[in-house]
Nanobody, 124 residues
């Protein structure tokens, strides 16, 4: 069973930076579509970045230009570099993975594998 484990969450002041990591139990990082989601209190979980199996990444407008997704295939890890964070970035952050053929479905929240989430809190 594939497992995804997020780490790196915490508290940060507005304008600061934080890096989240998603470590995968099997070597699927290089061959899967993966995404970062977030869920703020009383809101639905939504995708903020989707990266396909060859590394092309699309971002939600709210994070475009501030957040960057990268992969380390040797470590089976997906990263989310968060810069210039804002209080509205406060949320539980999740990573997810799915097969190459279902990449577009990630934007609809349709994924085969999910992590347990890591909390990010941004103070003003």
């Amino acid at each position: 069973r594939v497992q995804l484990v997020e780490s790196g969450g915490g508290s940060v002041q507005a304008g600061g930076s934080l890096t989240l990591a998603c470590t995968v139990s099997e070597d699927i990082v290089g061959g899967s579509c993966m995404a970062w989601f977030r869920q703020a209190p009383r809101e639905e979980r939504t995708a903020i970045a989707v990266t396909d199996y060859i590394g092309r990444t699309s971002y939600k407008d709210a994070v475009l230009g501030r957040f960057t997704v990268s992969r380390n295939h040797n470590k089976n890890t997906l990263y989310l570099q968060m810069n210039m964070v804002r209080p509205e970035d406060t949320a539980m952050y999740y990573c997810a993975a799915t097969s190459q053929t279902a990449c577009a479905k990630l934007w609809d929240g349709d994924a085969e594998y999910w992590g347990q989430g890591t909390q990010v809190t941004v103070s003003s």
